[in-house]
């Protein structure tokens, strides 16, 4: 693990109201920053607001008061197109669900936002996409469609996709939501092996207190305020 | 990879997935454009055998003397205009209906490069006797060359020669419904009698079919001299004057100048034949109206087709937004489907237009009266290709639009979290 000091996420006095059905708070000044390398999970009931924190940190949600930095840039007030672009380069993305499209085969999933990236020509793009899978382990299924593999399987094409651009952060919501206790056990060992060998920088909001005890730190929200931030 | 490309692609494993329903859209699009084209070939080619009958048989500007035209009286050329003077039912004062210096004016007229011939015309009122009968007519004594030059009388003869009525004393060449009615033939003679009460021997060296009833049950031709003599008129006594123009669109400014320059009407063949020519904007209004509802009709399907992809693929579409794809790259995918569909509906609609254009013009419809009609008068005019394509895509445009764009404001943060 790196532990140079090298902050890569900082978000200071994030306030989040949701107006339907009433007007409610659901972030409460939340204010904290995360290192290169950190594998960090992000805890609380349900409601706590922990899903909403994650996607006020995505850039996709920018309702919000306070401001969010990544990787030195200034996103909050950004246009959706600004943020549009920063996200594919920046930002990759595992859901509880693996949101493959149905209709496109793995590898195409896992290349389609390398392409829209648009930096490396095709072939490159389809090395790139073969090499994520590889290390995914699913390189055999790289030209089935998405819903003729099992869900461990389509969870590690999703993470694939997640990983085509090299992003800064990787951020995940209930990553192994959807998953039996092998598949999480193979997915938190994925995950366990790019923050370590890879230094590459994990979000992922989880109700699992197994899989958070294994992360290397644990921030806790509750009622939309932040409990702890323990390292 | 520029971005377009990559949204077509996307676009197309869209549409290749859900083969049924891309037809069926795209079906609507080749209806209404298919339909189109029939039809405006249809009128099109009605529009374009009327016009061409109509201007065969009209001169571009014609030029004669108009009995309406009220000259002021002596009284008030000097006073002007005074409610001291007032002349009740005022009719024109007896002068005769010719042209004076006719044949200077069409020596004249001859000389402009813009035209490409006049033709003198002498119409006399005459009564046809057919035993006990008179028949209503007119005969028109021309300049049997120049008329054929103009008009290609020449090319009209069903019966004779056009030469004959040059060498033969007293001969016409009598219009084809007339030849019917009286039942007479080639080297037959008739008697006609002329409003003022004379009564000519006249011998028929041809018989003239122009295509419109109205003529040929009336009319005959016979030479300048033969309808002068008819009339006891002197052998510069003209009418009218048939010009025809190099270009037949400069005719109004053209027919604006003779009047002016030699003070007699000059009416130029859009005033003469102003109804035909509404007739032939009312079809068009009819079959463009017809087109646009139908093509309405095909834009709401593909409208329906493609909300319902956006409401199918509405994960797709978050996850998209998520990787990175922005909302006028989303919005282009589905643009690119309804331009897909438009273009390939209206060129399909284009084809089986053509083939439908085909068929028409084969099936058999006979016409008496009007030219050698065996079949209906089709026009392929590309023109109106063009026009049936640019139609099928701004359809589909505008169809594809308002989805497109709601595609594009899908908020991905919201069908993500409301699982």
Same mark, same amino acid.
């Given at each position: 693990?790196?532990?140079?000091?090298?902050?890569?996420?900082?978000?200071?006095?994030?306030?989040?109201?949701?107006?339907?059905?009433?007007?409610?708070?659901?972030?409460?000044?939340?204010?904290?920053?995360?290192?290169?390398?950190?594998?960090?999970?992000?805890?609380?009931?349900?409601?706590?607001?922990?899903?909403?924190?994650?996607?006020?940190?995505?850039?996709?949600?920018?309702?919000?008061?306070?401001? $969010?930095?990544?990787?030195?840039?200034?996103?909050?007030?950004?246009?959706?197109?600004?943020?549009?672009?920063?996200?594919?380069?920046?930002?990759?993305?595992?859901?509880?669900?693996?949101?493959?499209?149905?209709?496109?085969?793995?590898?195409?999933?896992?290349? $389609?936002?390398?392409?829209?990236?648009?930096?490396?020509?095709?072939?490159?793009?389809?090395?790139?996409?073969?090499?994520?899978?590889?290390?995914?382990?699913?390189?055999?299924?790289?030209?089935?469609?998405?819903?003729?593999?099992?869900?461990?399987?389509?969870?590690?094409?999703?993470?694939?996709?997640?990983?085509?651009?090299?992003?800064?952060?990787?951020?995940?919501?209930?990553?192994?939501?959807?998953?039996?206790?092998?598949?999480?056990?193979?997915?938190?060992?994925?995950?366990?092996?790019?923050?370590?060998?890879?230094?590459?920088?994990?979000?992922?909001?989880?109700?699992?207190?197994?899989?958070?005890?294994?992360?290397?730190?644990?921030?806790?929200?509750?009622?939309?305020?932040?409990?702890?931030?323990?390292? | 990879?520029?971005?377009?490309?990559?949204?077509?692609?996307?676009?197309?494993?869209?549409?290749?997935?859900?083969?049924?329903?891309?037809?069926?859209?795209?079906?609507?699009?080749?209806?209404?454009?298919?339909?189109?084209?029939? *039809?405006?070939?249809?009128?099109?080619?009605?529009?374009?055998?009327?016009?061409?009958?109509?201007?065969?048989?009209?001169?571009?500007?014609?030029?004669?003397?108009?009995?309406?035209?009220?000259?002021?009286?002596?009284?008030?050329?000097?006073?002007?205009?005074?409610?001291?003077?007032?002349?009740?039912?005022?009719?024109?004062?007896?002068?005769?209906?010719?042209?004076?210096?006719?044949?200077?004016?069409?020596?004249?007229?001859?000389?402009?490069?813009?035209?490409?011939?006049?033709?003198?015309?002498?119409? @006399?009122?005459?009564?046809?006797?057919?035993?006990?009968?008179?028949?209503?007519?007119?005969?028109?004594?021309?300049?049997?060359?120049?008329?054929?030059?103009?008009?290609?009388?020449?090319?009209?003869?069903?019966?004779?020669?056009?030469?004959?009525?040059?060498?033969?004393?007293?001969?016409?060449?009598?219009?084809?419904? #007339?030849?019917?009615?009286?039942?007479?033939?080639?080297?037959?003679?008739?008697?006609?009698?002329?409003?003022?009460?004379?009564?000519?021997? #006249?011998?028929?060296?041809?018989?003239?079919? *122009? !295509?419109? !009833?109205?003529?040929?049950?009336?009319?005959?031709?016979?030479?300048?001299?033969?309808?002068?003599?008819?009339?006891?008129?002197?052998?510069?006594?003209?009418?009218?004057?048939?010009?025809?123009?190099?270009?037949?669109?400069?005719?109004?400014?053209?027919?604006?100048?003779?009047?002016?320059?030699?003070?007699?009407?000059?009416?130029?063949?859009?005033?003469?034949?102003?109804?035909?020519?509404?007739?032939?904007?009312?079809?068009?209004?009819?079959?463009?109206?017809?087109?646009? @509802?139908?093509?309405?009709?095909?834009?709401?399907?593909?409208?329906?087709? #493609?909300?319902?992809?956006?409401?199918?693929?509405?994960?797709?579409?978050?996850?998209?937004? @998520?990787?990175?794809?922005?909302?006028?790259?989303?919005?282009?995918?589905? *643009?690119?489907?309804?331009?897909?569909?438009?273009?390939?509906? @209206?060129?399909?609609?284009?084809?089986?237009?053509?083939?439908?254009?085909?068929?028409?013009?084969?099936?058999?419809?006979?016409?008496?009266?009007?030219?050698?009609?065996?079949?209906?008068?089709?026009?392929?005019?590309?023109?109106?290709?063009?026009?049936? #394509?640019?139609? !099928?895509?701004?359809?589909?445009?505008?169809?594809?639009?308002?989805?497109?764009?709601?595609?594009?404001?899908?908020?991905?943060?919201?069908?993500?979290?409301?699982?």
């Amino acid at each position: 693990m790196k532990e140079e000091n090298d902050i890569v996420l900082r978000c200071s006095s994030i306030v989040k109201y949701f107006t339907t059905p009433v007007k409610f708070k659901a972030l409460n000044n939340i204010s904290f920053t995360i290192q290169r390398g950190e594998f960090l999970s992000l805890i609380g009931k349900s409601g706590s607001g922990k899903s909403t924190l994650l996607y006020v940190l995505s850039t996709m949600d920018t309702d919000y008061e306070g401001t $969010l930095e990544i990787n030195n840039t200034l996103l909050t007030g950004k246009t959706l197109n600004q943020l549009s672009d920063f996200r594919n380069e920046h930002i990759g993305f595992v859901f509880q669900f693996h949101f493959l499209l149905p209709e496109f085969s793995c590898l195409k999933n896992v290349m $389609l936002p390398a392409l829209k990236l648009g930096k490396k020509s095709e072939k490159e793009v389809e090395h790139d996409a073969y090499e994520k899978l590889r290390l995914l382990g699913v390189a055999d299924q790289a030209l089935k469609t998405a819903n003729t593999l099992s869900g461990g399987q389509q969870q590690r094409v999703a993470i694939a996709r997640a990983l085509i651009n090299n992003p800064t952060i990787i951020m995940g919501d209930e990553p192994t939501g959807n998953l039996d206790k092998t598949n999480s056990d193979i997915v938190f060992g994925i995950f366990r092996e790019l923050t370590a060998d890879y230094g590459q920088t994990i979000i992922a909001v989880t109700h699992d207190q197994d899989f958070a005890q294994r992360t290397d730190r644990i921030i806790e929200l509750s009622d939309g305020e932040l409990l702890t931030s323990n390292r | 990879m520029t971005q377009y490309t990559l949204a077509s692609q996307i676009a197309f494993v869209h549409l290749m997935s859900r083969k049924k329903q891309t037809f069926i859209a795209a079906l609507g699009v080749t209806f209404g454009i298919s339909v189109f084209i029939a *039809m405006i070939g249809m009128m099109n080619g009605i529009n374009n055998l009327l016009e061409d009958l109509t201007l065969s048989a009209t001169p571009h500007i014609h030029m004669y003397r108009d009995i309406q035209r009220r000259e002021p009286s002596v009284m008030q050329r000097l006073l002007g205009n005074t409610p001291l003077i007032e002349v009740h039912h005022e009719r024109p004062k007896n002068e005769q209906k010719k042209l004076r210096n006719a044949l200077t004016m069409l020596d004249y007229i001859r000389k402009d490069p813009d035209v490409y011939g006049a033709s003198p015309l002498l119409t @006399a009122q005459v009564f046809y006797q057919y035993g006990q009968h008179e028949i209503g007519g007119t005969i028109a004594g021309v300049d049997i060359l120049e008329e054929h030059k103009l008009f290609g009388i020449g090319d009209k003869l069903i019966g004779g020669n056009l030469y004959d009525v040059l060498t033969t004393d007293n001969g016409i060449i009598i219009g084809s419904g #007339l030849a019917e009615t009286m039942q007479v033939n080639v080297g037959d003679k008739i008697n006609v009698t002329t409003v003022t009460g004379t009564r000519v021997l #006249l011998r028929i060296v041809g018989i003239v079919q *122009m !295509g419109i !009833g109205a003529i040929d049950n009336s009319r005959s031709y016979s030479t300048l001299h033969t309808a002068q003599r008819l009339l006891q008129k002197d052998k510069s006594f003209i009418t009218d004057i048939n010009i025809k123009l190099r270009d037949l669109y400069k005719a109004k400014d053209k027919s604006h100048l003779y009047s002016n320059l030699f003070g007699y009407k000059a009416e130029d063949w859009e005033t003469a034949n102003a109804s035909i020519l509404v007739s032939f904007t009312l079809r068009n209004t009819i079959t463009y109206s017809v087109s646009v @509802a139908l093509l309405i009709v095909a834009g709401f399907g593909i409208y329906n087709i #493609l909300n319902m992809t956006i409401y199918e693929k509405m994960r797709d579409i978050a996850i998209l937004k @998520a990787t990175g794809f922005s909302g006028g790259d989303v919005k282009a995918i589905f *643009m690119i489907q309804a331009l897909s569909l438009g273009l390939g509906g @209206a060129i399909a609609g284009l084809l089986v237009g053509l083939l439908m254009s085909y068929g028409i013009s084969k099936i058999p419809f006979e016409a008496k009266g009007v030219i050698n009609l065996t079949s209906l008068p089709m026009s392929f005019s590309p023109l109106y290709y063009a026009i049936g #394509l640019v139609f !099928g895509l701004l359809t589909t445009a505008a169809a594809g639009y308002l989805p497109s764009r709601k595609a594009g404001k899908i908020d991905p943060v919201e069908i993500i979290r409301g699982k």
